[in-house]
């Protein structure tokens, strides 16, 4: 995030590269630099003949390089924006002689997504020194709460720790779709709000009851009456609660679990970093690892494991979804 602020500075303060090559696995801040870009290099009158949208699937690299070695007209500059630019990526070496010695009266911007290039290419490194080579690289999931804290930070908003990771549980890492939820928050709760629980059940649909946080949780308590309540409830919903979805997250639980059990240091600053967990939620952890001891959540790994593979179709027979929950609860807590 530190990147992408400066790069917009620098555009504030008209110290402005005539290419800005934008890539990498995360498209969400690719999305919000070329639309920066396209929104605030030219003024409304220059847009109309000097910025060009084009789409990689469209156009070839001499397409764009001819759109690029063109004078702007009444304007300073003219902005070409080319948008999945991955489907350029076969033939991107060609734009090495543009990238060599580019217009300076052009800003051409490549929108290239869930690609890199080579760092070790002379395109890149002709890009990177005649103009801006920007990698998006995709958040792991401990490190998405808290970009969520600071993006609700800057519109003046706050999120309760469980709020935050119902988002992440059900969301992922996908910063786009994330970002669109948030935003649906902020415009319906007032500025200075304190995102809660029901505030994500009510206006974005995840109940805060019934979902895989709220059954881990039961799970680490060993409240059997709770899981095998969340678990009918998923077996009612399977488009909502996919079962490859729900293994791979208690998997995840007792992964943590395990390594929580190899710690030496078993400082709550340290554990929380180790197994990747909020430090709200250390307690959830530390009942957890009491009620499973090591042998047994090796037990429960080998199970999981072979209950996603049941869950994908291999040698269940074509078991229901609501008996491989079952199946599943039934040797953890066994």
């Known amino acids: 995030m530190d990147e992408v602020i400066k790069i917009v500075n620098d555009i504030k303060v008209g110290n402005i590269k005539p290419i800005y090559f934008l890539m990498g696995e995360e498209p969400y801040y ?3 630099l070329a639309e920066y870009i396209e929104k605030n290099i030219l003024s409304e009158e220059e847009k109309g003949f000097n910025q060009t949208v084009l789409y990689g699937r469209d156009v070839s690299i001499e397409d764009v390089v001819s759109a690029a ?60 020194q005649k103009g801006l080579v920007y990698e998006s690289k995709k958040l792991y999931e401990n490190q998405v709460g808290d970009w969520i804290k600071r993006v609700l930070s800057g519109k003046g908003y706050t ?3 469980k709020a935050n990771a119902m988002l992440v549980e059900f969301l992922g890492t ?9 935003e649906k928050l902020q415009i319906i709760l007032p500025k200075g709000t304190a995102i809660t629980p029901i505030h994500i059940e009510e206006n974005i ?14 799970i680490g308590e060993r ?8 678990a009918e409830n998923f077996a009612h919903n399977p488009k909502d609660y996919p079962l490859v979805m729900t293994t ?13 059990h190899g710690l030496k240091d078993k400082n709550p600053k340290n ?51 609501s008996d491989l929950l079952k199946e599943m609860l039934f040797k953890i807590f066994n």
């Open 30 to 32: 690719i999305d919000k």
């Open 205 to 218: 649909g995840f109940s805060k009851d019934y979902n895989v946080f709220e059954l881990r949780k039961a």
């Open 271 to 321: 554990v929380a970093t180790a197994i990747g967990v909020n430090p709200y939620f250390l307690k959830e952890y530390d009942l957890a690892i009491k009620n499973y001891p090591m042998k047994k959540v090796s037990q429960v790994v080998s199970a999981l494991r072979d209950i996603d593979i049941k869950s994908k179709g291999v040698g269940a027979n074509a078991l229901p979804q």
């Open 223 to 230: 409240n059997q009456i709770k899981a095998y309540k969340i």
């Open 248 to 260: 791979g997250l208690v998997f995840g639980f007792f992964i943590q679990l395990l390594k929580y």
């Open 159 to 161: 999120i309760e720790p």
């Open 69 to 128: 070695k063109r004078y702007p007209m009444m304007a300073d500059r003219q902005v070409i924006i080319v948008k999945e630019a991955q489907d350029l990526s076969r033939t991107i070496d060609k734009l090495e002689a543009y990238a060599g010695n580019p217009m300076e009266t052009t800003v051409l911007v490549f929108c290239y997504k869930y690609k890199t290039l080579d760092k070790r290419k002379k395109v890149t490194k002709l890009l990177g």
């Open 174 to 182: 996908d910063l786009s779709k994330i970002n669109n939820e948030l």
